[in-house]
């Protein structure tokens, strides 16, 4: 991993700790904008907003090469890491910088598409961001936006320990200013943003035992413990270390069971911008 990655933005309720990295390094165009792609062509410049890791932001800039892509995200550190995949990738057409999601650096009308996965549900107020993004994206250009439902994860077989872990991470959420369940707000959202023209979907990340069901789960139980999530669930009083241990157990208990099946349900929606 290039860089230090810090791990208590105040503003980013999962962090930046190895753990995180790792699980967000196995995000790619494919399998976490499939909505979008079809709407790339080369030479359209491109924002990617949250762009974490960047392993998704390398997938969109071979799509619209020779045009550039933004790559903006608000920990300096996490930017190293994805200067560094895009390097291995051989991608030189990106451009990661510092930004603030409510304050874009780029002026009116300046980019042909703004995507963000994974960001809305980190803020409190995603409608205002959504405006900020309508205002740098040109008349016709499109909006690509895709978020989680945590309150519509699904798995199998039922285990007490995952209800109560997702019972904790939406009340951590919540408490952070965030909204866990946006995937089913993208819509609403979208609309209040004064964006009418819409294709809203949906799609899925499936972890079954022996095809990512074990590392999803040992993930997750290395983030109940060692992420700032873990933080923001015991300094708020929410969870003591005593709980979050025994989550971290019910990870790995689950995963072990031949069964193991889990479902990470995300809302998408495309926006067009009024010409």
């Not at 995937?183 to 609309?191: D, Q």
Request: glycine share 10%.
């Amino acid at each position: 991993m290039a860089g230090p990655v810090s791990t208590n933005n105040p503003r980013y309720v999962h962090g930046y700790s190895a753990s995180v990295i790792d699980s967000h390094s196995h995000r790619t165009a494919e399998n976490s904008a499939a909505y979008l792609l079809p709407f790339l062509r080369p030479g359209l410049t491109v924002l990617d907003l949250g762009c974490g890791a960047g392993t998704i932001t390398t997938g969109l800039a071979a799509r619209v090469a020779p045009g550039r892509v933004a790559a903006i995200d608000i920990e300096p550190g996490v930017l190293e890491v994805a200067r560094a995949n895009a390097g291995r990738s051989g991608i030189d057409t990106i451009d990661f910088r510092v930004g603030d999601v409510y304050r874009l650096d780029l002026p009116d009308d300046s980019v042909d598409v703004a995507h963000a996965h994974q960001v809305l549900q980190h803020l409190d107020d995603p409608v205002a961001a959504l405006r900020e993004l309508a205002r740098v994206v040109r008349p016709g250009g499109v909006i690509a936006v895709r978020d989680g439902d945590y309150g519509a994860f699904t798995w199998y077989p039922e285990h007490a320990g995952l209800t109560e872990w997702r019972d904790l991470y939406r009340a951590v959420a919540r408490r952070s200013g965030g909204e866990p369940d946006a995937g089913r707000h993208l819509v609403a959202w979208a609309r209040a943003a004064g964006l009418d023209d819409l294709t809203a979907t949906s799609s899925t990340w499936t972890y079954t035992r022996g095809d990512g069901a074990e590392w999803w789960a040992r993930t997750w139980s290395e983030r109940v413990l060692s992420s700032a999530f873990a933080g923001h669930a015991v300094e708020s009083g929410l969870a003591t270390q005593v709980d979050l241990e025994r989550l971290s157990r019910a990870w790995l208990e689950w995963a072990a069971h031949p069964d193991a099946w889990f479902m990470v349900p995300h809302g998408e929606v495309l926006a067009t911008v009024a010409t």
